[in-house]
């Protein structure tokens, strides 16, 4: 029977991730994510699913993000009874996040049963549902095979994106080595290992998020000094939409480090998210993940994602009194897209105010309000109500945790033959364009495709 790849989702958009792999019989899930993003986007997680998840044997994730994990408790209600392959530190990641998802979905269903919304009126899953799928999580270490069904197997290599992330590389019955890349971490950033070299696959699915263009190679700590020593002298307030997972702990990394070498002075810094700081605390004991620095700061006794003056607020009248509070200070808090979360609410009460900073740390998706913010917008509406934008807005690039042009290149240089098919996936359509027109011009690779939504390709 021949083998395929059917593409469910991240196909010609950036979220969404859903590629299942049909071999021998078996039917194999990898990733099982929530679309993310524009509403028409957003929409495709009501729509019905184009395979059956009673079918499904088996999930085989490669990162905790939503856009990977977050419609796998929807999954499970329709039937999906299998399990889910993931490293240790991503199933402690999904305990944390998928039932704040629940939550989410419940209220956000709660709020369009009162607006009349009824298109939204029922949630996606329940907290309840999320508590059944983290059932079916069993965990896999990295670089030990690991049997799947239709006489596959497949282990886990470092990627480098987050906490547990991790490339899914998948032998076939035949023979043929599948890599799925997840997403693409970069090297020598803080914490975590860096993503581990490939030098062969038959076929790969590769992200393409920033396929189009590389990070600014401004030093982090240098662009991030510089924000919070205006912010001590001028008395300004900084706010940071952070993702949970991975940049809020990157950023608490940098300024521990700035910190301890005398090159900001202290001032509070808060990191309101009940989430992140469950992350925080996972980061703390995931010692294999953890990459040299990492160790060395430990055992010289430095806390090194506890800056000095940090509080962690999960009471959400502690957060509402962060409103009231004048500068300096640095507020940390989700969603990192700022289209939902309690940033939300300190964006709509300091928007307005010139003394406030606005700092973005990773990619904005399209019709979210970071997007906006970055794009320049003079005004944004905020749950219904205009808000004037006289805060200064910028960018800290470098805290990207998806590789840059250059960098997915220094992993693809890394094969020493071409795959017989690459896939390229997770990206808007003109990057994904810019990306594959420039494998084949740079690497002279063939055989380069850009799925389409539900596209299926045999494997050669």
């Known amino acids: 029977m021949r083998s395929s790849i059917t593409f469910h989702g991240a196909a010609r958009t950036v979220t969404g991730s859903k590629h299942l792999l049909e071999s021998n019989g078996a039917r194999v899930l990898i990733d099982c994510g929530m679309f993310q993003g524009p509403k028409a986007i957003r929409e495709r997680n009501l729509q019905p699913l184009a395979f059956d998840p009673r079918e499904v044997d088996c999930i085989v994730l490669t990162h905790a993000h939503m856009d990977h994990i977050g419609y796998i408790p929807r999954l499970v209600k329709m039937g999906f009874k299998g399990p889910i392959y993931c490293t240790k530190a991503t199933k402690g990641l999904a305990q944390i996040s998928l039932p704040d998802s629940g939550r989410i979905q419940e209220e956000d269903a709660y709020h369009a049963r009162k607006r009349g919304i009824t298109e939204r009126a029922e949630p996606l899953y329940t907290e309840q549902d999320t508590y059944e799928a983290l059932k079916l999580f069993r965990t896999v270490p990295y670089h030990e095979f690991h049997e799947l069904p239709g006489k596959m197997q497949f282990r886990y290599m470092f990627a480098g994106h987050i906490l547990g992330s991790a490339y899914a590389d998948?032998?076939?019955?035949?023979?043929?080595?599948?890599?799925?890349?997840?997403?693409?971490?970069?090297?020598?950033?803080?914490?975590?290992?860096?993503?581990?070299?490939?030098?062969a696959a038959d076929v790969l699915v590769i992200e393409s998020?920033?396929?189009d263009r590389d990070h600014s190679d401004e030093s982090p700590e240098d662009h991030l000094a510089t924000i919070i020593n205006r912010a001590i002298s001028e008395g300004r307030v900084v706010i940071v939409p952070?993702?949970?997972?991975?940049?809020?702990?990157?950023l608490l990394y940098y300024l521990n480090k700035l910190e301890l070498e005398g090159r900001i002075g202290r001032m509070p810094v808060f990191v309101d998210s009940p989430m992140a700081t469950s992350t925080s605390q996972l980061y703390g004991r995931s010692q294999e993940e953890w990459d040299d620095e990492m160790r060395v700061s430990l055992q010289a006794d430095d806390t090194p994602i506890e800056p000095d003056h940090l509080t962690y607020v999960r009471d959400r009248n502690q957060s509402k009194e962060l409103n009231s509070r004048s500068g300096p200070m640095l507020i940390i808090a989700g969603s990192?897209?700022?289209?939902g979360g309690r940033v939300v609410h300190h964006l709509m009460q300091r928007l307005g105010d010139p003394r406030t900073d606005v700092v973005f740390t990773g990619y904005q998706a399209v019709e979210t309000l970071g997007r906006d913010l970055l794009d320049g917008a003079p005004e944004v509406h905020i749950f219904g109500k205009p808000v004037a934008v006289r805060a200064n807005v910028e960018k800290l690039s470098a805290l990207s945790a998806h590789a840059g042009q250059s960098e997915l290149f220094r992993f693809l240089r890394g094969f020493k033959q071409q795959p017989k098919q690459a896939f390229i996936v997770h990206g808007e359509p003109d990057v994904q364009d810019i990306f594959k027109a420039k494998i084949e011009a740079d690497l002279g690779w063939s055989g380069v495709h850009i799925p389409d939504q539900g596209q299926q390709f045999a494997i050669e």
């Open 242 to 250: 952070s993702f949970a997972i991975g940049r809020t702990q990157e």
């Open 170 to 199: 998948v032998y076939l019955g035949s023979g043929q080595r599948l890599l799925f890349s997840g997403d693409l971490g970069r090297w020598d950033t803080p914490i975590i290992k860096d993503p581990e070299m490939i030098d």
């Open 209 to 211: 998020t920033y396929g």
């Open 336 to 339: 990192g897209m700022a289209n």
